[in-house]
């Protein structure tokens, strides 16, 4: 699902990063969806980083509510998925402001099938090269988050 169109207005302007953490193995998995590691969808090729508006969040880009779209549209179980509310980017396009959201699978084993059954494969971030430079910084955030004990 690679597309945008038919999803909630709450996914429109937003955009997911999926990942899979095992502090065991401490392997780090993320899913891609033919280039991007983006969810529903990559960013427009001109979209460039920005800061966080100054004023609240508005609803359209609500954290939990965005969580709960991406549950219910790619059928998950939200008690398995937890959201990252610090993680906080954002990306200017020509439809306005999109933010990008973390949400971590909390299962023992990353979910693999439940990817590959809405189009991902879940990949360590060394075989994600090739990637847009843009996406990867954020998967090293993330990184540096989990394993680095940075977040």
């Given at each position: 699902m690679n597309n945008t169109m038919n999803l909630p207005d709450s996914l429109a302007h937003n955009r997911v990063i999926f990942t899979h953490f095992d502090s065991y193995s401490m392997a780090l998995l993320f899913p891609r969806w033919g280039t991007?590691?983006?969810?529903?969808?990559?960013?427009?090729?001109?979209a460039?980083?920005?800061?966080?508006p100054p004023a609240e969040v508005g609803p359209e880009h609500a954290s939990?509510?965005?969580?709960?779209?991406?549950?219910?549209a790619c059928g998950?179980?939200?008690?398995e998925v937890e959201l990252a509310?610090?993680?906080?980017?954002?990306?200017?396009?020509p439809d306005g402001p999109v933010r990008i959201h973390l949400l971590r699978f909390t299962t023992p084993d990353a979910p693999?099938?439940?990817?590959?059954?809405?189009?991902?494969?879940?990949?360590?971030?060394?075989?994600?090269?090739g990637s847009a430079m843009s996406e990867l910084a954020l998967l090293r955030e993330v990184y540096n988050r989990l394993v680095g004990g940075t977040g």
């Open positions: 991007t590691l983006l969810w529903p969808a990559a960013l427009p090729e001109n460039t980083p920005m800061a966080a939990d509510a965005v969580k709960q779209a991406a549950v219910d998950l179980n939200a008690d509310p610090d993680f906080n980017h954002w990306a200017q396009t693999k099938a439940t990817m590959a059954a809405l189009g991902g494969e879940m990949k360590p971030m060394s075989l994600l090269r």
